[in-house]
Every structure is written in structure tokens, then in C-alpha cells.
């Protein structure tokens, strides 16, 4: 499967930790020493259908053809705009999009979900181009007086232009689910209809911080090196590993575990906080633009999210 465009759209706000500090127990230094974050983007009056569009709009600008050449939109997202249409179909209607559009909601592992979805697409021979967009605003689920859980998030949205590309071997992936509505929830809106007895309290994002570490160090080691083996590739050959962009300390351990060098692990959390499935594209369209990613690397993308969902991808650079 072949990468030929990237695009990212990010919002013009930017909030610093200082800023946080202004109206939460909080500092810097302790939002940068627990989770490597030193600032995130933070959707003020766009609308998210807005930067989903302006990165795909980008990302087929990159790969040079139109959105007629386009065979499938595929977008990741776990809260939009609007509740329906889906969000590929407010990507559709901005770039003149007419064909068959899928939205999934994988939580933080949609991206990579998505590109599993095109290759089965591009296996089966029913497409030969496809358009995938992971475009998110979690700071709209967070308690934004939970000091725990608003400091981590940042909104965006990155797209890719995939075709076929000549290797067959790549990629090989592994997804898992571990169902659990305790570690990390979000309630939808509370329903009024009067026969109704909903079992959810309606309120915001609910994460146990301590059990979704212990889950994501040990579903990120054992998932890239089950990619690995089953892509028949040692560790120490993959050129860049690009991880769900949730915590640095959670990228830190994976790395320790798996016994591999820093440079070999790219980040934006630093500067974008987590912006759930957008965050793995969003790092792509930033390599490929610096120049980067070139042919023949060879890549391990990781993910974990509510669900609990999980998996890993080896992907080569054509």
C-alpha cells in the first residue's frame, strides 16, 4: 500500500500550559514532567468538518490528482459536528466528492483501522485509490476542570491518499479489542423520551489513567512485535515507529520494552497533545513534508483506545 499525498489541518488557537495554569491547579512543569506535553490546538469557531476538509483538500493537492480519481473516503472520528451525516460526508460535499464514503469510530486506533480497511479495499480489487482523514476534537469530551484529563487533548485532522503500490507483503497488522466501559467512557447525550431508562450517566470523558497505562505499554509491545513477526521483520530493521500520541511517559516505557533507540520514535504530542486518530497522520503528513519518509523505510504505526481497542501495522515506504 503506497502513501502519495498528506495532508494536516490544525486550529488556529494554540493554548499553552501556562494558560491552563491560569484557571486549573496546575503548572508547566508538571503537565510537561507527567506528560510531555507542552501545548495542543484547541478548536475556537471552526468547525471540524472545516480542518477534515482543508487536510484532504491538501493531501490530494500532494498526491496531484482530483477527487474524481478518488475511489473511497474512509474517515476516522469519535465525535464530529454533528451527530449524521457522517463526517466523510461533509469531506465529500467540500471537495466534490460523489462516491461511496465509510466512517468508523475506533477511538484512537481508528487511523490505522482505516488503512487495514483500504488494503482490504485494494485486495479485492474494488478500488485504486482511496482518501483516509482522521479528523478529531476530543478537548469537547473532556471536564475542562479536571486538571487529570483536559491537559492532554488537542483537536486536528490529518488525511492520505493511498493506492495499491507494488508490495504485497506490506502491511501486516494485528487488532485486538479487550472490552471495558470502566477504564475510559464517554456518555452520549441522555435521551428524553419518557419509556426510557438509560443505564449511562450523561456527563464527560471518563479515563482511569493508571489501568490505560498499564493497558497501552503492554497492547503497543506486544501488537508491533506481533506485526513484526508476522511482516517477517526483526525490530531492529524497521526504520521509525509512529505510536498513538498519548502521553510521553506511555511512549517512553513502549520504547524501554521493546529495546530500541529514540530517534527511532517521532513525536507531535509535545506540541499537539493528544488528538486521538488524527494524531499518526498528522505525524506522516509532518515527516513526509520535512523530508522524512522516503522510499524503501520501513514503518511500525501503533494504537490504544476506549473500547478497549488495539493494533499495530508494518507499513513500507514505496
Known amino acids: 500500500m503506497k502513501i502519495t499525498g498528506s495532508g494536516s489541518a490544525l486550529p488556529a488557537q494554540r493554548i499553552t500550559n501556562d494558560m491552563l495554569g491560569e484557571f486549573l491547579d496546575t503548572s508547566d512543569q508538571w503537565i510537561t514532567s507527567h506528560t510531555g506535553i507542552k ?3 484547541v478548536i475556537k469557531n471552526e468547525r471540524l468538518s472545516d480542518l477534515a476538509s482543508r487536510a484532504c483538500r491538501l493531501a490530494l493537492e500532494d498526491a496531484k490528482v482530483k ?3 478518488i475511489d473511497l473516503v474512509i474517515c476516522s472520528n469519535v465525535i464530529s459536528d454533528c451527530v449524521t451525516p457522517g463526517l466523510s460526508c461533509f469531506i465529500a460535499g467540500a471537495i466534490g466528492y460523489r462516491g461511496l464514503c465509510l466512517d468508523i469510530n475506533g477511538a484512537c486506533t481508528g487511523f490505522i483501522q482505516a488503512l487495514d480497511l483500504a488494503h482490504s479495499y485494494f485486495s479485492a480489487g474494488k478500488a485504486r485509490r482511496i482518501l483516509v482523514c482522521a479528523a478529531e476534537k476530543p478537548t469537547h469530551l473532556a471536564d475542562w476542570t479536571d486538571r487529570a484529563t483536559c491537559v492532554l487533548f488537542g483537536d486536528g485532522a ?4 493511498l493506492e495499491k503500490g507494488r508490495t504485497e507483503a506490506c502491511p ?3 487488532f485486538g479489542t479487550e472490552f471495558n466501559d470502566e477504564f475510559l467512557i464517554m456518555p452520549s447525550k441522555r435521551s428524553t423520551c419518557p419509556f426510557t431508562d438509560d443505564p449511562y450517566s450523561e456527563g464527560f470523558m471518563y479515563m482511569n489513567g493508571q489501568e490505560v497505562y498499564r493497558f497501552a505499554v503492554n497492547a503497543c509491545v506486544s501488537d508491533i512485535t506481533a506485526a513484526a513477526e508476522k511482516a517477517g521483520i526483526a525490530l531492529g530493521d524497521i526504520d ?10 506511555i511512549m517512553t516505557a513502549a520504547r524501554t520494552r521493546l529495546k530500541l533507540p529514540v530517534e527511532k520514535f517521532p513525536e507531535n504530542v509535545s506540541y499537539l497533545g493528544n488528538t486521538s486518530s488524527a494524531c499518526i497522520p498528522l505525524l506522516i503528513d509532518s515527516l513526509r513534508r520535512e523530508n522524512k519518509l522516503f522510499p524503501g523505510q520501513t514503518l511500525a504505526l501503533s494504537a490504544f483506545g476506549a473500547g478497549l481497542t488495539h493494533g499495530a501495522m508494518i507499513l513500507k515506504i514505496e
Open 158 to 161: 490529518g488525511a492520505v491518499v
Open 39 to 41: 501545548e495542543r490546538r
Open 240 to 249: 521509525l515507529f509512529l505510536l498513538h500520541q498519548a502521553n510521553s511517559r
Open 67 to 69: 477527487a474524481e480519481d
Open 172 to 174: 501486516a497488522s494485528v
